[in-house]
């Protein structure tokens, strides 16, 4: 930007503080100002804080209303929350231990419902805050991240046909859910926030986040663990930058996964049947996608361990026990520990 006269035009629901890491000099301007009567006249939603809330609690609270979205922070509570509801016909799960096929065919189920107006009541993880446009009248959201919790509001009232006032987001600290790593880091940095901000959907709350974010990552070290812009200073003066080396290690978002292809349907399952049959699967992989869970390596592991899996051509796995796979929920785990392994 300030060498090549280029501007970056940012748009999102949660702006980073971004004046805290762009280099020197650079500018920083909002398009529109200003920017606080703005969020002011666009709000949608109220936000209400309910405390420490068991599951129990929040299904409850969810059969109490005719359309209703939850969304939590982990894979196993996800589905914690669902088993409770799942006598409730009404009631849908999402969540990444489901095909991408799975869950685009339930995504349509509950557009259908929302858009009809049937009920339907919806548990999922916070999958559902990317790129998938609903409008729910309610939202409840697990406490995490600042900028999670308001791309889960984003889901209440989305089109804006209700007041702001008849447009609750309920956040709630789930008992029994101790968060690690990451999702406990920023958890802590937005009950810092809450100190200082009593809105936390204000553009000031958002500000405080990000700036919180950069100063406690930073000085861990997490927002350069690879030293890429230490890398690139050495050799800048002779325009020798080490392009290959940092493409290679370089990834925006960490995935040491394994896949698991489901023989979700006829279609995956001839795909399966041809891959058996051919010397190279390669080109195949691509047509699987549709049917392929993503799970770490530890879980991959126990899958193979139980025998639940079967290769074809050393880099296909595939699930072969069929009560691996349930229809409302996913894969499956194998035994109790296991489920307490998935996150």
Known sequence: MKHFRCIVVFCTATQPALECILPLGSKVKEIVEPVAPLFSALRRVTLHRLGDRSDEDISNRMADCRQALCVVNTRSH???????????????????LMC?????????????????????RVVSTQLI???????FPVVFSASTGLDSIIQAAGRCNREGKRSA????????????????GWFRRVEEITHMVEQNCEDLLSPEAIRQYYELRYVIFGSKG????????????VGYRELLFPFRTIGEEFQLIDDFSRAIVIPYDETARGLLRQAKKMP?????SRKLQPYVVSVPPYLFDAY???GWLECVQDTIWHLVEERGYDLRYGLMPVNDEMKVMIV
Do not use: W
Request: with cysteine.
């Open 100 to 120: 991408p096929m799975h869950r685009v065919i339930t995504l349509d189920q509950i557009r259908s419902r929302l858009a009809n107006g049937s009920e339907c």
């Open 78 to 96: 996800a589905r914690t929350l669902a088993t409770i509801s799942q006598a409730d016909p009404d009631s849908f799960h999402l969540s990444a």
């Open 165 to 180: 006032e008849d447009s609750p987001v309920y956040l709630f600290q789930p008992e029994n859910q101790a968060l690690r």
């Open 280 to 284: 190279h699967v390669g080109f195949l």
């Open 222 to 233: 997490e927002l350069d663990k690879l030293c890429i812009l230490d890398r690139i200073q």
């Open 129 to 135: 805050e990317a790129g998938v446009d609903m409008d």
């Open 304 to 306: 193979v361990k139980a």
